[in-house]
């Protein structure tokens, strides 16, 4: 059974991104009613809501540890983002000539790392002007 060559790993990560995301969306948003209320002069405590008053003692410390995990949960999505897929492609028996991450990297000679290999100018770095002007500016100009 092969997989498709366009198919991109699951990464569990993603899940938890997203998760912990709308957690955070939605105590943002109670939050913000809790500050609306505080503005028109109402007590949390007044309006009957247990979650108005939990987020009154503790919502903002809830916020930054949803914040917290979500970066983390971020950073890990991102940071085996490649580990998965060579998992996926070696279970799915898909096979990739080259790395996508060493693709763009200068192959080695036998004779010496790519280092030693003459490097040209880019398009965009001009010539010096006293290479393309013929007249050296000692005094010799018309």
Sequence with gaps: MSAPKNRKAKNP???????????????????T????????GRSPT???????????QYGVHVLGVELAVLCV???AAFGTEEFWQR???RRHGVRTSQSDSTANLP????AGS????????PDWEAPSPSSTNPVSS????P
């Design 46 to 56: 007044t309006s009957g809501s247990h979650l108005m008053v939990f987020l009154n």
């Design 138 to 141: 000692a005094g010799n100009s």
């Design 107 to 110: 192959r080695q000679s036998a």
């Design 73 to 75: 949960a971020m950073v």
């Design 114 to 121: 790519a280092a030693d290999q003459p490097t040209s100018k």
């Design 87 to 89: 998992r996926f492609d």
């Design 13 to 31: 990560f993603y899940a938890l991104v997203l998760l912990v995301g709308v957690a955070f969306l939605l105590t943002a948003c109670a939050y």
């Design 33 to 40: 009613v809790l500050a609306f209320l505080d503005v028109q």
